[in-house]
Every structure is written in C-alpha cells, then in structure tokens.
C-alpha cells in the first residue's frame, strides 16, 4: 500500500498527531506533500506534478492544517492559532501562498482514494469547517476522525453550535457512515512506555493536565480531596504554567486581529519563518518531559475529560507508564477496553478518588496497573493505528467498506459478516 500525505509539517504541544503519521511508515510506503516536507520549488509545481512523477498512490491523506493554511475566509481564525501554537518547520509565507493552489488541484484529481484527516478535538469543529467536509465528501472524499463511540447521543444533543464546542462532526460522521473511518488518534509511541517499581515510585497521586477552571472545573477539586486525606501529590502540573501563558497571549493576539483580516495576512506574510517563538518550543519540550516524569513518579493517575466530557489521551498515557489509572467515566471508556476493577477504576463524580488506594490491597493494585499497561501494549499503540487504517483502505479499495466501530479495544469494520 502506498500512500501520499499532505499536510504542513508541524509538531503541536501533544505529539500525537505527529506520531499517527510516522506510525504509518510500519506498514505502507508513505511520500509527504506540502510546506516542510518538500522545497518552496516543488510546492509552486503542485500536487499533480508530484503525483505524476512519484504515482501509483493508493490513497492521498490530506491534512487539517493543511486545509487551515488554504486561504479560506472562514478559517482564517483557525489558521491563525494553529501557527501560533505548533512548532513548525516550514515557512509560513510558503504555506499561505502555495497551500490554496495545492488544495485545489487536489480537488480535481481523478481516480485516487481521497480522505480527508480530521484531528481536531471531537467538540471542536465549527459550522465552517463543517460545510467544507460536507462539500469534500459530496465530490467523493472519505473523512477520517474520532470514534463515534466518543459523541455520546444525548449529550451531541445538549451542545448547542457556539465558540468553544459544536456537535459538527456528530452530524457530519451519523450522515456520512459509509465515508467516516473512526480511526482513533490516541496511541502510545513505544518510548512513553515506562517499566519499574510500583511501590518506589515518589508519589501517591497525580492529576495532569491544563487546570483552567472554566474548561477543566473538577481537576483542582480533584486534588484538594486527595491533598486533605495527607497523601503524596506530584508538586506541580508541568502544563499549568504553559496553558495560562498561551492562553493569554493568544487571546490577547486573537481580539488584536479578528476584525482586521487584511492587517492579519499581511503580518503573516512577512518575514516570520516561523510564527511560535523560540523560547516556546524550548519550553514546550521541557514541559512534555516533565509531563512524563509526573506520570512514572506517581502511583495513581486521576484522568477526567474536562467540559468537552471526551475521553483525553491522558486515559491511555497514565496506563503506558505503569500507574493505575482512576477515570472519571466518559462516553467511550469500555468500548476502548478500559474495564473497571479489571485494568483501571471508573468514577462517576471525582470525589470518588477518596478511597480508592485504601480499600485494596497491595497486590491487587499492582495487577491493575500491570493489567492496564497490557492493555496499551496490546490495543493502543500507534502501531495498531497503523494497522487499522490499512485494513480500511484494503476495504475501501475492495469496494466492502461499509463503516466501523470499537468493541473492548478493538477496531471493527462493518460489512456483510459483521454488522454491529
């Protein structure tokens, strides 16, 4: 199988979408396409060219930053904070200039599998976004996302279309089954796996992640229960410090430009290499490290999917470093393979965490972790990502895709044989 990637190439605060691309080079010949990965020169000959000279692709993957750097209208917000926020390596100037010219040959290529890469977060995707996947998949593009198992029903219904989340993608994936490929962009690289001594480790508990209280309300309430009952709590949250500064800056730079679309381009167009700051990528990798140590330092990691109620990658690092995970339960969670009392402890409100490393004994705490990081290594690597899309194209190119759903872990494709 070989396939043709285009996208801009960047590496966003979270590896993991940077990691499902690199993935794919275990099972198929992967070419990429677009600012980063070919020269300025080879973007202004365009896509068609490229194709011609390299061919017999079995499917082009394009990218959602790619489509971001386009030029659309209605996006340009979203092209701002990408750029803003990712460490990239290309040159801006060349991905607003040539990216409109590339995506538009795209478009018109005939007889070639095409699929459009959604990585965005699940509740993220606004009503703009959304009309130009429903204009990609109507000339015959696929869409390749998160889990439905992920949108819960009822609460896709609650969510009403505004800034911070839409039920977009919900929409577009229940309209769209037989195009959709629920391939999920959580995994785990082989070098986040950690092996060592349950009962050294520094730290009782850990709760990671960002800890803004209007996105994330329970995290903080999490760890006053766990620091009342006297236990050893990792000292800081490595990312607390990053998100208030970006946040900040980004909102003081957002309301700066949003009314001055002209002004906006033309300080992206000049002589910025690249938008993210030295210092922040510097800061940025120092934060990842650190982000890792809290997890193999700590026994028990509290994971919970702040307002968007998603099941976060955080889920599947706590259990790749050797700790027990404690999950506030979200939709997804047993359709991923985490059982409760089996390889991990399910919550529903998370002053539940209160007891949980008393009322068991040593011995059985350390088979959960140890349950739960075979659970990753058995279901959860990007090398099992990889393997899922394959046997999706495999499917498409056969003309039996009919859609596909998780069940315990497992990627399942519909068809004649197996329908959920």
């Known amino acids: 199988m070989k396939i043709l990637i285009v996208d801009v190439n960047f590496d966003y605060k979270n590896p993991m979408y940077r990691q499902f691309y690199l993935s794919l080079l275990s099972c198929m010949e992967v070419d990429f396409f677009g600012p980063g990965y070919v020269s300025r020169q080879c973007?202004?000959?365009?896509?068609?060219?490229f194709i011609d000279e390299n061919g017999n692709?079995?499917?082009?993957?394009?990218?959602?930053?790619?489509?971001?750097?386009?030029?659309?209208?209605?996006?340009?917000?979203?092209?701002y904070r990408i750029?803003?926020?990712?460490?990239?390596?290309?040159?801006?100037?060349?991905?607003?200039?040539?990216?409109?010219?590339?995506?538009?040959?795209?478009?018109?290529?005939?007889?070639?599998?095409?699929?459009?890469?959604y990585y965005e977060d699940i509740w993220a995707m606004s009503v703009e976004v959304q009309n130009i996947c429903y204009k990609l998949l109507e000339t015959g593009f696929y869409i390749l996302s998160w889990p439905l198992e992920y949108m819960d029903k009822e609460q896709a219904k609650s969510i009403r279309k505004?800034?911070?989340?839409?039920?977009?993608?919900?929409?577009?994936?229940?309209?769209?089954?037989?195009?959709?490929?629920?391939?999920?962009?959580?995994?785990?690289?082989?070098?986040?796996?950690f092996v060592g001594n349950f009962w050294a480790r520094k730290y009782d508990w850990c709760i990671p992640g960002n800890r803004e209280e209007w996105f994330y309300p329970e995290r903080?309430?999490?760890?006053?229960?766990?620091?009342?009952?006297?236990?050893?709590?990792?000292?800081?949250?490595?990312?607390?410090l990053l998100s208030v500064v970006t946040i900040q800056r980004k909102h003081m730079e957002w309301y700066k430009f949003r009314n001055k679309t002209e002004k906006f381009l033309s300080w992206m167009w000049g002589k910025n290499?690249?938008?993210?700051?030295?210092?922040?990528?510097?800061?940025?990798?120092?934060?990842?490290?650190?982000?890792?140590?809290?997890?193999?330092?700590s026994k028990f990691v509290y994971a919970d999917g702040g307002i968007s109620d998603a099941l976060v990658r955080k889920y599947f690092e706590a259990g790749a470093c050797g700790a027990v995970l404690v999950a506030k339960r979200v939709p997804g969670i047993t359709e991923m393979g985490f059982i409760h009392r089996q390889n991990c402890f399910i919550v529903d409100r998370y002053e539940d965490v209160i007891t949980i490393d008393e009322?068991?004994?040593?011995?059985?705490?350390?088979?959960?972790?140890?349950?739960?990081?075979?659970?990753?290594?058995?279901?959860?690597?990007?090398?099992?990502?990889?393997d899922a899309l394959l046997e999706t194209l495999e499917a498409i190119k056969q003309g039996v895709y009919e859609g596909a759903y998780w069940e315990d872990g497992n990627y399942v494709l519909k068809g004649p044989n197996h329908k959920k």
């Open 83 to 117: 750029h803003r926020s990712t460490i990239p390596y290309y040159d801006v100037n060349d991905a607003y200039q040539c990216c409109e010219k590339v995506y538009r040959e795209l478009l018109s290529v005939k007889n070639l599998l095409k699929i459009f890469v």
């Open 162 to 193: 505004h800034c911070y989340r839409t039920n977009c993608l919900y929409e577009l994936a229940g309209k769209y089954v037989g195009q959709y490929i629920p391939i999920l962009f959580h995994g785990i690289g082989y070098h986040e796996i």
């Open 273 to 297: 290499d690249a938008i993210a700051s030295q210092p922040q990528m510097q800061y940025i990798a120092a934060c990842r490290e650190q982000y890792l140590e809290s997890l193999r330092a």
């Open 220 to 240: 903080n309430k999490a760890q006053e229960i766990i620091k009342n009952q006297q236990k050893r709590i990792w000292r800081d949250d490595p990312y607390q």
């Open 43 to 49: 973007l202004e000959r365009g896509i068609c060219k």
């Open 57 to 79: 692709y079995d499917a082009v993957l394009m990218g959602t930053y790619f489509l971001y750097s386009t030029g659309h209208k209605s996006i340009e917000n979203n092209a």
């Open 359 to 386: 009322q068991y004994e040593e011995n059985y705490l350390e088979q959960i972790a140890k349950a739960g990081q075979r659970l990753i290594l058995e279901k959860h690597m990007f090398k099992h990502r990889a």
